[in-house]
């Protein structure tokens, strides 16, 4: 008798669902993405380099499973917000920005835990720049769009045939030319931001 129910406990648990990711699934994910920035600058007008805070958004990704262990994700998120500052003096400025990413993923494993390693390209776009304390100085602030290169690691815990959770890390080269004026003659600042990005996500695959 104990050898008839080991026999099927053990079928049982070698017909159960693995919930991996297949070939042809399409996984969006949602959740809390925090972007880190790891600046820095050239000198202000001798005032020293420009700092930029932590901000956190809603972050998105989409995801297509080229194959079981490939695939190709976008990264999106909701529009993040950064005060600008400099040494001694505090905040400055304000801006915001959106960095869509394109990555290629490899997932590894077969199962519902799936680790994976990504890389990729970001571009990232500035908006809504304004001085929001001008020194009586400055004006016309202006941030170019980067383009850059981006790595990233992660992981999927599959729930069920649908739900998982998800945990990732991203580092996005991001740099970018600051312009503005000062006292009326333009300057031009050569600015990296190269943040870490840390996203907390819960998905769904279809």
Known sequence: MKTKLLSLALLTALSAPAFAHNAGDFIIRAGSATVAPNEGSEDVATLGEFGINTNTQLGLNFTYMVSDNFGVELLAATPFSHEVSLPDIGQIAKVKHLPP????QYYFGSGNLRPYIGAGVNMTVFFDEKFTNDLGVLSDLDLDTSFGLAGQVGVDYQINDNWLVNASVWYLDIGTDVNFKLDGTPVSIDTDIDPWVYMLSVGYKF
């Open 101 to 104: 990413t394109l990555m290629a």
